[in-house]
């Protein structure tokens, strides 16, 4: 739980220290006032990075040097203060926990246990592949210990192997990162297929839930290998696997200068499979083709019900919501619907942002409700019991 | 450019050793005697004018072969292969290891323009062929980052075919950690408990 968010110098928000109650917020305000940048700023402690893919130094309020965020925590009788700041003049980030700077950030990464949803997460479906693996990249890195280790070294292995294939090196040169690209990439790929393979069937039921009977599925396939290893195969079978696609596809790669195969080029597939619509077939059609901008909407909103399940057991405490305008584009049937896995979801607490009181659906009853204009955030009275 | 910023300047191209830390380092010598200045400026020419790298392991010396491989007392059958001169250092310190070595000079990485021509390989295939080698094994004792993976791998695929035994350091050592800044022992257990690759 946040109990506490201090903030000085982040975007167009007024420098603040907001105590934040147990149940969360409402935050109202219209377009461009700081809703989205105050969710941003919490989610920086969490990925240590600007969530919209934002430079550092352009995080910074204009006139100034630095920002800083800071963040309380509660959990039990736990308590941890995770704060980061970035400075532009010497370019100088500094992230501690506890007052420590932390030996790596990957290291510190994922301590507010925050699981953000936003209307750009309808990317992760309709976008191309390389959106969905992002997806599953962050999401892992932030609950599986390892994983984000091994995919940052992966990642450097490949622009090396690929160097060496660009620069026409001799063969031996190629060979000498295979052993290493296999061997984290079949870790990378088999973590990801279990993930998938273990939320396979909550994906169908939240998706057929969330949107009223429809039905879909979610799968994994694999680029890097052939032949994907039996289910309950380790990383190692995995990595095996991948070796051997090395080896078919190295005259090939070679040829083509680029390494071909591997998790870079894997694809994590969602199709509708219920007979719906005029179409009397019931063949699977590919979500992101075929599906409408609800059901692709649906889809995306599916997964982050999944990250926060996956964020909840992994952690054995429910994830900190962060809800941004969750149901500006959500017809009102699919709203409750929404609210009400939500809030089977996750018990824990919530800050939500919308433009106008009447677009509140969520615990609106409950939540503290904080009014926000030009950075400032202006806390509101207790949740009044008369509102609807 | 004045004394004062070419002093500094020259300082702060030095590993970990930034423009303020170069700047506090100049104005500690200005307040010191001159005296010492002159000595520490002599000993750095020394350094330039002395010192070269030894011609058979690569290591550096400023006799015509270096300690290590002038001592008839080492054990000539193992051969330790490292990236770079200072990692000798940090193996000699932990008294363990009785064989020679041999400097890489780097560690592979394309996207540096590092290939295998630009590390010593040549030289240590050389070595090894010599008639009067007695090499039986050789230690790959690269870095455990990628880079490092990458050139052990690279040099048991052109050193099996000789008929040599290739060991790799035990992995005692934290993952990605550089030889540089692994403590002693931990590196002396790593040396003991080598694997075959
Ligand atoms: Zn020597």
Known sequence: ?388 | MSVIDEVTRELSRLPGIGPRTATRLVYHLMREPGERSRRLSAAIRELADRIHPCPRCGTYTELELCRICADRARDRTTLCVVESAFEVHSIEKTGEFRGLFHVLGGRLSPLDGIGPDELNVASLLERIGEPDAEIAEIILATNPSVEGEATAVYLEGVLRPLGVRVTRLARGLPMGSDLEYVDGSTLAEALSGRREM
């Open chain 1, 1 to 388: 739980m946040l109990t506490q968010l201090r903030l000085s110098g982040f975007r167009n928000l007024a420098d603040a220290r907001l105590d934040l109650p147990a149940e969360g917020v409402a935050l109202v305000g219209a377009n461009a006032q700081g809703k989205t940048n105050l969710l941003e700023a919490i989610y920086y402690l969490e990925i240590f990075r600007s969530f919209r893919g934002t430079r550092d130094s352009r995080i910074i309020r204009f006139g100034e040097d630095v920002f800083r965020v800071e963040g309380h925590l509660e959990h039990g009788a736990d308590r941890q203060v995770i704060a980061a700041a970035y400075q532009r003049s010497g370019s100088l980030k500094k992230v501690t926990v506890e007052g420590v700077e932390p030996a790596t950030l990957g290291a510190a990464i994922g301590g507010v246990g925050a699981v953000l949803f936003t209307p750009e997460d309808v990317r992760i479906v309709s976008d191309g592949p390389e959106e969905r693996r992002r997806f599953l990249d962050i999401m892992l890195s932030l609950n599986l210990p390892g994983y984000l280790e091994a995919l940052q070294k992966y990642r450097q292995a490949l622009s090396q192997r690929n160097a060496v294939l660009r620069d026409g090196g001799e063969a031996a040169a190629v060979r000498a990162w295979d052993a290493l690209l296999a061997r984290l990439g079949g870790e990378i790929s088999h973590r990801r297929v279990r993930w998938v393979e273990e939320r396979g069937s909550e994906f169908r039921s939240v998706f057929s839930e969330a949107s009223g009977g429809e039905e879909a599925t979610v799968s994994y396939q694999p680029g890097s290998v052939d032949e994907p290893p039996p289910g309950e195969a380790g990383s190692e079978a995995w990595g095996d696997a991948m070796a051997e696609k090395l080896d078919r596809q190295f005259e090939s790669d070679r040829r083509r200068g680029t390494t071909q195969s591997g998790p870079h080029r894997d694809e994590l597939r969602m199709h509708l499979t219920g007979s719906g619509g005029s179409d009397a077939s019931s063949e699977p059609r590919d979500l992101r083709h075929f599906g409408s901008g609800g059901q692709r909407r649906t889809a995306a909103l599916t997964l982050r019900i999944l990250e926060a399940r996956t964020v909840a057991e992994r952690r054995g405490r429910p994830p900190l919501l962060l809800l941004d305008d969750l149901f500006a584009e959500l017809d009102a049937d699919r709203s409750r619907r929404v609210v009400e896995l939500l809030d089977r979801t996750a018990a824990g607490q919530v800050i939500l942002t919308a433009p106008k009181q009447s677009d509140l659906h969520f615990r609106a009853d409950r939540l503290v409700r904080w009014n926000i204009h030009d950075g400032r955030v202006d806390r509101g009275p207790s949740p009044n019991p008369e509102t609807p």
